[in-house]
């Protein structure tokens, strides 16, 4: 299995982006998929989070400016940022505990995500 994240960047306080993470490689399903990020010098800590029904939540830093989603066709989870703040900065990584022949939970690789004017 392989996961892969894409849709970082630099974006001025107040701008938006949308993160992408996708799976592939021979998965039977999977089950919650979520976001987590870790700033310099910070522990790593959860953004948001969604069940294979749909089923959301979220830190209480990012409720109401940032949206989970997902495509269950595609094996994918996205993260849209809205409204972005200095303090959004970090590093983020997807989370996905996916169904092989075992359930693991398998981490992307990061994307820097840099709020700056």
């Known amino acids: 299995v392989q996961v892969v994240e894409s849709g970082g960047g630099l974006v001025q306080p107040g701008g938006s982006l949308r993160l992408s993470c996708t799976a592939s490689g021979s998965i039977f399903s999977i089950n919650a998929m979520g976001w987590y990020r870790q700033a310099p010098g910070k522990v790593r800590e959860l953004v948001a989070r969604?069940?294979?029904?749909?089923?959301?939540n979220y830190a209480d830093s990012v409720q109401g400016r940032f949206t989970i989603s997902r495509d269950n066709a595609k094996n994918t989870v996205y993260l849209q940022m809205n409204s972005l703040k200095p303090e959004d900065t970090a590093v983020y990584y997807c989370n996905l505990l996916i169904l092989t022949t075992t359930l693991t939970d398998y981490w992307g690789q990061g994307t820097q995500v840099t709020v700056s004017s």
């Open positions: 969604i069940s294979y029904g749909g089923t959301t």
